[in-house]
């Protein structure tokens, strides 16, 4: 479900699912141009700091959206020193009790609506409303 969340915070017609633990050179996002070059690269969970940086240098633009609880203040904590330092990269949290509630939305056949607002995001799946306020764990000057 937060692959889902992904693909709806940085939704865009050519953004693409890549094929997940099965690849380790494929973020599970991503967004190329039509020369196929990467503009985005979109990692979900607690990926390897050197796995980052290597992809900081493969895209244009590198998002990390971690979850976890506890697991993501002792991964950032950990990786924080060295990704700091990474321009084109930005760490985005999202909490434990919002990535349980999204879980519970997960079905057969989900019929999921997203609303960002004023930097809030609400996920609804016509019966339930999950509220996602992402903590920003560091950002970038250039973020779309």
């Known amino acids: 479900m937060v692959r889902v969340l992904a693909f709806a915070l940085h939704a865009d017609d050519v953004l693409a699912f890549g094929r997940g633990l099965s690849a380790d050179d494929e973020p599970d996002l991503w967004r190329r141009d039509p020369t196929g070059a990467i503009e985005q690269w979109i990692d979900v969970g607690l990926p390897?700091?050197?796995?980052?940086?290597?992809?900081?240098?493969?895209?244009?633009?590198v998002s990390i959206l971690a979850y976890g609880g506890r697991a993501v203040d002792l991964w950032w904590a950990g990786a924080r020193e060295k990704l700091e330092r990474q321009e084109r990269l930005a760490v985005r949290e999202v909490p434990l009790?919002?990535?349980?509630?999204?879980?519970?939305?997960?079905?057969?056949?989900?019929?999921?609506?997203?609303t960002i607002q004023d930097g809030h995001v609400f996920v609804t799946d016509g019966d339930s409303t999950v509220a996602v306020d992402l903590r920003v764990l560091k950002g970038t000057s250039g973020a779309r």
Do not use: P
């Open 97 to 114: 009790d919002a990535s349980r509630a999204l879980s519970r939305l997960a079905g057969r056949s989900m019929r999921l609506q997203v």
């Open 48 to 61: 390897d700091e050197r796995d980052v940086r290597k992809a900081c240098g493969r895209a244009r633009e």
